[in-house]
């Protein structure tokens, strides 16, 4: 889409030049785009288009990082903890809930009370309790090392107990194969952390509380142990998490297949295609993806974050829905079999709405605002149904721009032992007015979906249309 051409926020160390940059995409591509060969995220071929693209320094910062860590959750978190900026002194705001969906103090609780169990659990005789069993023949046994008898064994009583389902006859394995599954989700979850669960620190379970809520969730109502206080997905209905700060943040997008996917997963071809700003989300503590469940799949993420503006009573920050992107699941747009009905649609958009206020309420923050542009029309439907809000995109601001971001970017370079990046960009829809058709006179002016109106009164519609 050569046309499109939306300002961007940007952060640049480049020759004699430092510091916050609003400049047009087509503009930055020609002035920092970089061709992804260059830092082998793409090997060089002959004949292949050359394509200049944005953030590539970042991104082999962050492809090299998690090469050597799980995720950059308690890099983000210990960064942003040095950082300079108090938001619940300076704004009133706190941003921990942005940052994990569950409480940190739930978790602490939980640990707690049932240290013990995780403790037990840790000592768990694998070779022997499968040895006394008789589930599995002891000559199979022997020749499993230990590095991967627990997968193996979960992987042969699961066929077994397949097998078993129908036919005549009890299982005996079922409580066996249960604890199994429990010592491997701890297992998994202490590679994550670089600790054993049942020995984290209260300061480090706050860190990975949406993780440990996950991980402890197998324990629910398994043994006597029951999960008060915490919040496990149980694969039904409308749910919810955020995503979490490693490989699979970069894939979301080709999950969803919006323009935020590599380019081969997206299904809108005529969308211009934004994946170079994935790179700085995934470092930004301020920058969040609501992943939306129904019934244990993914169907749609939601982007927040905290925005200012500034009106007569000075400075007022709320809480922007930077965009809401659906899988083909909910697209009725398209055709194509497994569609959930609308009314589905509806009961998914109403209950995230609830989820949103919930995270403002969290927050403390009183407005809601939601950017109107989807990739899915009925989304669109939905958010054009609001009450309207009209602001001036010159005077919506990030706070500290790009600063933070681009500073964790070149620690995590210095780190690797990479060159730091000397630029970063990222888009911001509730500042881009391309992406639908002007909604009034005035190009700065926009209209954005009011899920919830506090203190912020916004333009006067003499402002709006132009008098």
């Not at 047009?24 to 082998?40: K, V």
């Not at 992943?291 to 169907?299: A, E, F, R």
């Not at 992107?325 to 649609?345: N, Q, S, Y």
């Not at 998914?348 to 403002?360: K, M, N, P, V, Y």
């Amino acid at each position: 889409m050569t046309d499109y051409n939306p300002y961007i926020l940007g952060f640049v160390h480049h020759r004699d030049q430092r510091g916050d940059l609003w400049l047009p995409l087509q503009e930055a591509l020609s002035r920092f785009g970089d061709l992804p060969s260059r830092y082998g995220l793409l090997p060089s071929q002959q004949g292949r288009r050359q394509r200049p693209s944005l953030n590539l320094a970042l991104g082999a910062v962050i492809q090299r990082a998690l090469e050597r860590m799980p995720d950059l959750k308690r890099v983000i978190h210990d960064f942003y903890t040095d950082w300079h900026r108090d938001w619940r002194r300076e704004f009133g705001i706190d941003p921990e809930p942005l940052f994990n969906r569950l409480d940190g103090e739930s978790v602490v609780r939980w640990l707690a009370r049932h240290r013990d169990t995780l403790e037990r659990i840790d000592r768990f005789p694998l070779r022997r309790s499968l040895e006394e069993s008789g589930l599995i023949r002891r000559d199979v046994l022997n020749s499993i090392p230990d590095a991967r008898l627990l997968e193996k064994s979960i992987e042969m009583l699961e066929r077994r107990q397949r097998r078993l389902a129908d036919g005549a006859g009890g299982w005996s394995g079922s409580g066996l194969l249960q604890r199994l599954r429990l010592r491997r989700g701890l297992d998994r979850l202490g590679r994550r952390i670089g600790v054993l669960p049942s020995r984290i620190d209260p300061g480090l379970a706050r860190v990975y509380a949406d993780e440990l809520n996950s991980a402890f969730g197998l324990f629910c109502d398994t043994g006597g142990i029951s999960c008060d206080g915490l919040q496990p997905r149980q694969g039904r209905g409308v749910e919810f998490e955020y995503a979490r700060r490693d490989r699979s943040f970069l894939s979301l997008g080709s999950e969803i297949g919006d323009c935020t996917a590599r380019p081969w997963h997206q299904i809108d071809r005529h969308t211009e295609n934004i994946y170079w700003t994935v790179m700085p989300w995934l470092l930004d503590r301020n920058y969040q993806i609501l992943k939306v469940h129904w019934d244990g799949h993914l169907v749609m993420k939601v982007h927040l974050l905290p925005l200012a503006t500034y009106e007569a009573g000075g400075l007022h920050m709320f809480l922007a829905v930077d965009a809401m992107e659906t899988g083909l699941v909910l697209r009725h747009d398209i055709e194509g079999e497994g569609r959930l009905p609308v009314t589905v649609v509806a009961e998914i958009l109403e209950q995230t709405r609830s989820e949103i206020l919930r995270i403002a309420d969290a927050m403390g923050m009183e407005d809601v605002y939601a950017e109107l542009f989807s990739n899915n029309p009925l989304v669109r439907e939905w958010l054009q149904g609001q009450e309207r809000i009209f602001l001036d995109v010159n005077r919506l601001h990030k706070v500290d721009d790009l600063e933070d971001v681009f500073e964790l970017g070149c620690r995590l370079a210095r780190d690797c032992d990479m060159p730091e990046p000397d630029h970063l960009f990222m888009e911001i829809q509730f500042r881009n007015t391309q992406l639908m058709s002007h909604q009034t006179q005035r190009r700065t002016i926009k209209g954005f979906a009011s899920l919830r109106r506090g203190r912020l009164s916004g333009l006067a519609m003499g402002h709006v249309i132009g008098v």
